[in-house]
């Protein structure tokens, strides 16, 4: 199947586009988690492309995925990640792992972290499929790190 997306550097005015794919991306989860709802669902998007890097997926100029990342002193973490419901088994997601460990790597950070709910069961999954390692588990989130080479 031929890639007909793109991962580019997310600017103020996709902020909408992110924050309608975010909120598709998780409510498909709703129906497990007890009516909560999920942090990246309440998000101001244009806050997070002003604060965090950030970057889009764009298939056919509409945003179908994102990721949001962290650089502290000691570590890189993957804060957010998502794709599109309508876009999913597309290799998106797996393509928005490889691209942060890429610039984790670029940024010479010898591993990156990311967390989960405990419900999401198909992202646990994709990343031990992809090599994570999980670290820790509590009630509602698992923690995954993943050693970059």
């Known amino acids: 199947m031929e890639k007909n997306w793109q991962i580019r550097k997310?600017?103020?005015?996709?902020?909408?586009?992110?924050?309608?794919?975010?909120?598709?991306?998780?409510?498909?989860?709703?129906?497990?988690?007890?009516?909560?709802?999920?942090?990246?669902?309440?998000?101001?998007?244009?806050d997070e492309i002003k604060e965090f890097p950030c970057w889009v997926v764009?298939?056919?100029?509409?945003?179908?995925?994102?990721?949001?990342?962290?650089?502290?002193?000691?570590?890189?973490?993957?804060?957010?990640?998502?794709?599109?419901?309508?876009?999913?088994?597309q290799g998106i997601g797996s393509g928005l792992l490889k691209f942060a460990e890429a610039v984790a790597k670029d940024k010479n950070y010898k591993e990156l972290t990311l967390a989960t709910h405990v419900l999401l069961s198909e992202n646990i999954s994709l990343y031990l499929h992809m090599g994570w390692v999980e670290t820790q588990r509590d009630d509602t989130r698992v923690y995954f790190k993943k050693v970059i080479e």
């Open 10 to 46: 997310a600017l103020i005015q996709d902020s909408q586009g992110l924050q309608e794919c975010m909120e598709l991306a998780y409510s498909s989860y709703q129906s497990r988690m007890n009516g909560k709802r999920l942090p990246p669902m309440d998000v101001n998007y244009a």
């Open 58 to 89: 764009e298939s056919e100029k509409k945003i179908v995925g994102g990721l949001i990342m962290v650089f502290d002193k000691d570590y890189a973490s993957v804060a957010n990640i998502a794709v599109h419901p309508k876009s999913q088994g």
